[in-house]
Each structure stands twice: as structure tokens, then as C-alpha cells.
């Protein structure tokens, strides 16, 4: 399912983004490397395309409680798509599934949620490598072409 400018715009109030569609090969995966500070679009076994990345404050080892500034690590799948995001754009990850939400109880405390691959939003900007609350962030002009080639339903990985 190719996104439209229209659709993008629909219902915001705000000016519609000048997006391009995206025209390639389906990307199959997204695959995250949290140390290399990395993210690949996978189709089938090729890479179509890499970014670096920002990650939460606390960017050392697995999101596991609410609030732990930590970005997950595991097999999610993109569930949901923000054109109105505080964040430019923004791609919803299924954070937390249910291996995290039976660990976080187990200690008596919540996993957190809202974890989503994102732009910096301008104001963002100089904020340095790792500042989101547990996000992955790109660029603006990156997540405007990340956010028309991956779909929901795509399978996302990350790894430390």
C-alpha cells in the first residue's frame, strides 16, 4: 500500500508534506543495530536502504520499565503510523509483546509503550546522539522516505 500526499494531509489542518512514493522492492524487515547506531531496510535478503540512528538516553542493554530511557531489544512489527507526530513522522513498533509485558509484572513494575522510529522535528536538533525516551530517531528528511517504504505489518528486529 503506496501513501498518497492526500493522505498524509487528510483531517491534519496542516500542509500537506511533499513526500515521494515509493516505487522499489517491498522491504521485508527492519533491522536494528543498536551499538552501530544503525537501521537497514531489508528486502527478502537485500539491504535497500541504511541510517544511522539516535536512540533512548539510556541506550545500554534491553528497555524493560516504564520510564528506563532504554530502547527495547527483540522481534516487534510496525503496528501503526503517526503523519501528525510531534516528531515529524513516525512509525509505531509493537513494544512491549508479551515476553516484556510477563518480565515487567514479574518485578512489579510497567513495561512502558509508545516506542516508535521517528524524525527530530527541528527542535530536536543538537540535542546529541541519544536523546529520544526509549525511540529510535533519524533525521527528518529520513524518516519522510523511511515512513513511505515500510508498511504495517513489517517485521523489526533489534538487536544490541
Not at 510496525?78 to 512491549?96: E, Q, T, V
Not at 516484556?100 to 546529541?128: L, S, Y
Request: include cysteine; charge should be negative; glycine fraction near 14%.
Amino acid at each position: 500500500m503506496l501513501m498518497s500526499v492526500a493522505t498524509l494531509a487528510a483531517g491534519s489542518g496542516a500542509s500537506a508534506l511533499e513526500l515521494e512514493p515509493y516505487t522499489g522492492p517491498e522491504i521485508t524487515r527492519v533491522v536494528i543495530y543498536k551499538e552501530r547506531r544503525r537501521m537497514y531496510l531489508v528486502s527478502g535478503a537485500d539491504v535497500v536502504e541504511e541510517f544511522k540512528i539516535g536512540l533512548g538516553g539510556n541506550p545500554d542493554g534491553p528497555k524493560q520499565f516504564e520510564g528506563d530511557g532504554k530502547t527495547p531489544e527483540g522481534s516487534y512489527f510496525i503496528d501503526r503510523r503517526n503523519p501528525n507526530s510531534a516528531y515529524h513522522l513516525s512509525l509505531g513498533i509493537s513494544y512491549p509483546n508479551e515476553a516484556d509485558v510477563a518480565f515487567a509484572e514479574a518485578q512489579g513494575r510497567r513495561p512502558g509503550g509508545d516506542i516508535f522510529i521517528h524524525g527530530r522535528a527541528g527542535e530536536n536538533r543538537g540535542k546529541g546522539r541519544d536523546w529520544t525516551a526509549g525511540c529510535i530517531a533519524v533525521k527528518d528528511r529520513h524518516i519522510e522516505k523511511i515512513y513511505m517504504m515500510v508498511q504495517n505489518g513489517t517485521q523489526v528486529d533489534i538487536f544490541p
